[in-house]
């Protein structure tokens, strides 16, 4: 069985987190998303919306996730590649050089990512009291 990792907040899922998702479990047979904590989103100076525990539904009822797992630290992803047996890592393209030491245990892939789309975009267009459909 061939494991794709890949790791995120998730907030505010949208179509942009769907298809690095769906590309990501296209690379093999089981995918882990590996999620931002609260605290870790602290540390990466993100606030999300929905809480981890919420997050965490969310991204389980995905058809893409096999499994989630949660992201305490920076430092983690080594040891979460061996202990999970992760073929293959993924980020999308903003991260593009970023964890190429993993090279050394999975194979790494950027994915271009969905133009047009963030959470930021999101909660900004929001607060500009953007047309809601
Ligand atoms: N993404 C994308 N297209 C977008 C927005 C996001 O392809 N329009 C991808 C990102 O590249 C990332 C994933 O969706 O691979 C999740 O995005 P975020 O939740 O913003 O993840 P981030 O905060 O970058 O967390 O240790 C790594 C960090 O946890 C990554």
New binding site residues.
């Given amino acids: 069985m061939r494991k794709v990792i ?6 505010l899922i ?4 769907i ?3 769906k590309r990501a479990k296209e690379l093999g047979d089981y995918l882990v998303v ?1 999620l ?1 904590s609260d605290e ?2 602290a540390i ?1 100076h ?1 606030t999300a919306y929905h809480s981890f525990e919420d997050r965490k539904i969310i991204l389980e009822s995905i058809k893409y996730v096999d499994e989630v797992i949660p ?1 305490f630290n ?1 430092e983690q ?1 080594i040891s979460d590649v061996i202990d999970n047996d992760i073929d293959v890592f ?6 593009k050089g970023e ?1 190429d030491f993993l090279k050394d245990y999975c194979e790494v892939v950027y ?9 930021t975009k999101i909660k900004n267009d929001l607060h500009l009291g953007a047309k809601v459909r």
């Fill in positions: 890949t790791y995120g907040t998730y907030d949208h179509v942009g987190h298809n690095l998702l590996v931002s870790f989103n990466k993100k992201e920076w992803k993924v980020m999308g393209d903003d991260w964890f994915l271009p990512r969905t133009e047009g789309i963030s959470t």
